[in-house]
């Protein structure tokens, strides 16, 4: 059973990425799935989430209109679509799952090992 979170990278302000959380080992559409960033010297702080069963999305009000979560079954993964990309944006962004799309990682069961965003100019 793992998580693997990708697509981290260096972008401009202003800029998009897309991350994809991919998982082996498990069928990720009967699992929510969580993103959640982590700053240097800050808490882990979630970013959205997607249901499972219900596909219902939610989003942090800092990425609200800027972010957004989509599955695709077929590949068994989970993308995040990140336009508009500040420098607050900046951390290193992990994928998670668990039975409920909640915002308290306690209560995700797998954990990606992080991917990295930097926005800078």
């Known amino acids: 059973v793992q998580l693997q979170a990708s697509g981290g990278g260096l972008v401009q302000p202003g800029g998009s990425l897309r991350l994809s959380c991919a998982a082996s080992?498990?069928?990720?559409?009967?699992?929510?799935v969580g993103w959640f960033r982590q700053a240097p010297g800050k808490e882990r702080e979630w970013v959205l989430s997607?249901?499972?069963?219900?596909?219902?999305?939610f989003y942090a009000d800092s990425v609200k209109g800027r972010f957004t979560i989509s599955r695709d079954n077929a590949k068994n993964t989970v993308s995040l679509q990140m336009n508009s990309l500040k420098p607050g944006d900046t951390a290193v962004y992990y994928c998670?799952?668990?039975?409920?799309?909640?915002?308290?990682?306690?209560?995700?069961?797998?954990w990606g090992q992080g991917t990295q965003v930097t926005v800078s100019s």
């Open positions: 998670a799952a668990g039975k409920l799309a909640l915002k308290d990682p306690d209560e995700y069961d797998y």
């Open positions: 080992g498990f069928t990720l559409d009967n699992y929510a």
């Open positions: 997607i249901g499972s069963s219900s596909g219902r999305k």
